[in-house]
């Protein structure tokens, strides 16, 4: 069984900080989403990485994987009260399956 | 937008009871999904399909049957729902690059 583990699980800061978001996995992936969900919502998707190393920018949102396709990172720069929501990342497999994480809370506070 | 639609979008349904929920795709995507996201446990695969009337069981299956009869629609039924299914259930297909996308979610209730 793949796992992913998301840390960390809560996070609150205020408007204008930075963070960083993990996702960490003994495991190899073909591919990696993070996902973004609002309550009431379904998740959706912010970026997929495909290539060891890759770097993704998204607006103020950095998305990193890791060399070895194990891990990766969600980096938000001058957070901001619209980012507040579950950030979950995904590890996707050549079979059609994948697996998620746990998710992230974050509440960016005015 | 992946063209998903769930439906009923939300439920509330006596223990006991048979519930069906409908999970309709408009892009004729092979692989179709169904999860179930509950506090503290995240996103869990109930059952996929890899085609028509080819379904696959996912890490919590129990409880749950899945028809896929057409490749546009994937049916999941809860033959006699408990209280331990109410839950909030997405549909998903996966696209290029083994992307999910998700629908909005059916919340269900189960009294």
């Known amino acids: 069984t793949q796992l992913l583990e998301q840390s960390p699980q809560f996070l609150s800061i205020q408007e204008g900080e930075n963070l960083t978001v993990y996702c960490n996995s003994s495991?190899?992936?073909?591919?990696l989403q993070w996902y973004r969900q609002e309550p009431g919502e379904g998740p959706v998707l912010l970026v997929t990485?495909?290539?060891?190393?890759e770097v993704k920018k998204l607006k103020r949102l950095t998305f990193q994987f890791g060399d070895a396709r194990k891990d990766s990172s969600l980096h938000i720069t001058a957070a901001q009260p619209g980012d507040t929501g579950l950030y979950l990342c995904?590890?996707?497999?050549?079979?059609?399956?994948?697996?998620f994480g746990d998710g992230t809370t974050l509440t960016v506070k005015p | 937008d992946a063209g998903i639609t769930q439906s009923p979008r939300h439920k509330v349904t006596e223990t006991g009871t048979p519930v069906t929920l409908r999970c309709h795709q408009t892009?004729?995507?092979?692989?179709m999904y169904w999860y179930r996201q509950d506090p503290g446990h995240g996103l869990r695969l109930i059952h996929y399909?890899?085609?028509?009337?080819?379904?696959d069981k996912g890490e919590v299956s129990d409880g749950y049957s899945v028809s896929r009869s057409k490749t546009e629609d994937f049916l999941l039924t809860l033959e006699s729902a408990t209280s331990s299914q109410t839950s909030v259930y997405f549909c998903?297909?996966?696209?290029?690059?083994?992307?999910?996308?998700f629908g909005e979610g059916s919340w269900l209730t189960v009294v």
């Open positions: 399909s890899y085609g028509v009337k080819d379904t």
């Open positions: 998903a297909i996966n696209d290029v690059g083994n992307t999910i996308y």
């Open positions: 495991s190899v992936f073909s591919s």
């Open positions: 995904a590890g996707g497999t050549n079979a059609g399956k994948s697996t």
């Open positions: 990485v495909v290539t060891g190393g």
């Open positions: 892009e004729n995507h092979r692989y």
